[in-house]
């Protein structure tokens, strides 16, 4: 018990980077799909949410268009190529919602370097770009609940 309340008081007090990271709104939710051209149906003429942008973002092999739903986006994302993680997680026979994007205000950098400290694995040590030329970096799920987590940055 004594030893328990020492560690708490040493990583409040003598920990400096503890809860400095600043969380300011969900960014975006990142939801594969097979194809975007057969899933915007429903985004757009069920729910009425317009598709202002697409792109194709090379290095994680996906073809991405975005939807603003109020300050939310949805970020859809279709394979483009059989090696592309994406795909390995449909092929997995899961669909939906893949990750979480938290928009952080203060700097991915140092959001890294906080929920590391904490015990939080990383898929990316360091910000690299993403869609929309954010700085993004993802943490991996075994350590998030399960929640794919990226943390972006504008
Ligand atoms: N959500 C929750 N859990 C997931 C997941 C997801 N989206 N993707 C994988 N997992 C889980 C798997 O279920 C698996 O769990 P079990 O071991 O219990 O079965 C575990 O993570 C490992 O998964 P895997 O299938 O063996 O796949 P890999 O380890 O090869 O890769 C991951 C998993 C998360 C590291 C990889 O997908 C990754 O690096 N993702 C980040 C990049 C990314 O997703 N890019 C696409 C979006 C790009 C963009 O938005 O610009």
């Known amino acids: 018990m004594c030893s328990l309340f020492i560690k708490y008081l040493c990583t409040k007090y003598l920990n400096p980077i503890i809860n400095d990271m600043k969380i300011s709104h969900i960014e975006h939710l990142g939801i594969a799909v097979q194809s975007i051209e057969e899933s915007l149906p429903f ?3 069920v729910l009425g949410l ?3 942008a697409t792109e194709v973002v090379e290095d994680q092999k996906v073809k991405t268009a ?3 739903c109020g300050e939310v986006k949805l970020e859809l994302l279709e ?3 059989p090696e592309s993680t994406i795909q ?4 997995k026979g899961n669909k939906g919602v893949h990750h979480v994007a938290f928009c952080i205000e203060d700097g991915v950098a140092n959001a890294l370097a906080e929920v590391s400290e ?3 694995r990383l898929i990316d040590e360091k ?3 993403g869609a929309e ?3 993004i970096a993802f943490l991996h799920p075994k350590s998030t609940c399960g929640i794919l987590t990226e943390l972006c940055e504008h």
Request: charged share 35%.
């Open 79 to 81: 394979p483009t190529s």
């Open 43 to 45: 985004f757009k003429d």
């Open 118 to 120: 904490k015990g939080v």
């Open 127 to 129: 910000p690299r770009k």
């Open 50 to 52: 317009e598709c202002y």
């Open 88 to 91: 390995k997680w449909l092929d």
């Open 133 to 135: 030329n954010l700085n």
């Open 66 to 68: 975005f939807l603003k």
